[in-house]
């Protein structure tokens, strides 16, 4: 039995140009935390004693007699991509739900391949890794999906992704103090908007106005740059990181007019009322979670303004997908 434990990500800045159609032709640079809430994937050898070869159990429950019956395309293209022939029981659960705008797909896909590896006695680099999740998702699916989420649960940290030509990219830490990381994670609430949503289908409107939006996707690099120089400085103070996350907030629900709804403003608003500094949505849009930014003595006003809605308390990690348990019975 094999149990892998992957972690999700929040997305701070950057995010749009971590899709290949801009990355390949442009820079890619993003500024993203992965957090101590996780997907965990437990893959066994199923015995020869059932109707079935295969069981996998994620929100539904398929049983069934060949790889190619399987429903979920990430659990069959990715038992295909690593010829994997005996039978398999696959589980997954998470701390958070899906559809959250956390990285919860690439979540899914990072920690099943390194949960196959690990079966079939392979160890892959954090970088093998985010590269096999990228390629299965975008090459073989054929999903809209940008690159950041795969690299950040491979990897796990606070880091910066910067992504250039086709199969490259560069993880670099971000080695800032101590004291600007409690400060960062001290002034941040994470609040779940109530509903999820089906990223493919804002994302796809996403890649497909990318030459309209080059403008909008530049001035985020620019505030990539400007973030970078808010956690590097210790002069810097903590709450311009906010008024970013408010800018960037601006720019990403000026893509496409799927990102943001009526509910969705007004859950933001009514944070910034109470005194939120800034804030976005977090992933590509149209539910999930809301990430604030506010100094700690006003978030209790804001949990008390959205009091329908669920706070999720959390701090950052820097593991990455990891292999948590291993027999050989």
Not at 174 to 200: H, M, P, W
Not at 256 to 276: L, R
């Amino acid at each position: 039995m094999i149990i892998s434990r992957t972690p999700f990500r929040i997305s701070f800045f950057g995010g749009g140009t971590d899709y290949p159609g801009w990355y390949e032709e442009n820079a890619g640079l993003v500024v993203s935390a992965t957090i101590n809430k996780y997907a965990y994937l437990t893959v066994r050898e199923l015995p020869p004693f059932f109707e079935y070869k295969h069981r996998i159990q994620y929100y539904k429950k398929e049983e069934v007699s060949s790889v190619e019956e399987i429903e979920h395309p990430v659990v069959r293209e990715a038992i295909k991509s690593l010829s994997v022939t005996r039978g398999l029981e696959i589980l997954h659960s998470a701390d958070l739900p899906a559809r959250s705008g956390l990285g919860s797909s690439s979540t899914f896909t990072v920690g099943l391949l390194h949960a196959l590896y690990a079966f079939k006695h392979q160890m892959v680099t954090k970088r093998e890794l985010a590269l096999a999740a990228i390629n299965l998702e975008q090459n073989i699916i054929g999903e809209s999906v940008g690159s950041q989420d795969q690299t950040a649960a491979a990897f796990g940290g606070l880091n910066l992704i910067g992504f250039n030509k086709k199969q490259t990219f560069e993880v670099r830490g971000l080695t800032i103090s101590e004291a600007k990381v409690k400060s960062l994670q001290d002034n941040l609430l994470l609040c779940f908007t109530g509903f999820s949503r089906t990223a493919e289908v804002i994302a796809k409107a996403q890649i497909e106005a990318t030459g309209d939006n080059e403008s909008q996707l530049r001035l985020m690099l620019d505030i990539v740059e400007a973030a970078k120089t808010i956690l590097f400085n210790d002069s810097q103070p903590i709450e311009e990181f906010g008024k970013l996350l408010a800018e960037q907030w601006q720019l990403k629900k000026s893509l496409t007019k799927h990102i943001s709804n009526p509910s969705i403003d007004e859950i933001y608003e009514a944070g910034i009322a109470a005194g939120a500094i800034g804030g976005k949505l977090l992933g590509a849009g149209g539910g999930g979670f809301m990430l604030f930014f506010a100094k700690p003595e006003f978030h209790s006003k804001i949990k008390a303004r959205l009091k329908t809605k669920l706070f999720v308390p959390f701090r950052f990690e820097n593991t990455g997908s990891q292999i948590i348990y291993f027999s050989h019975d």
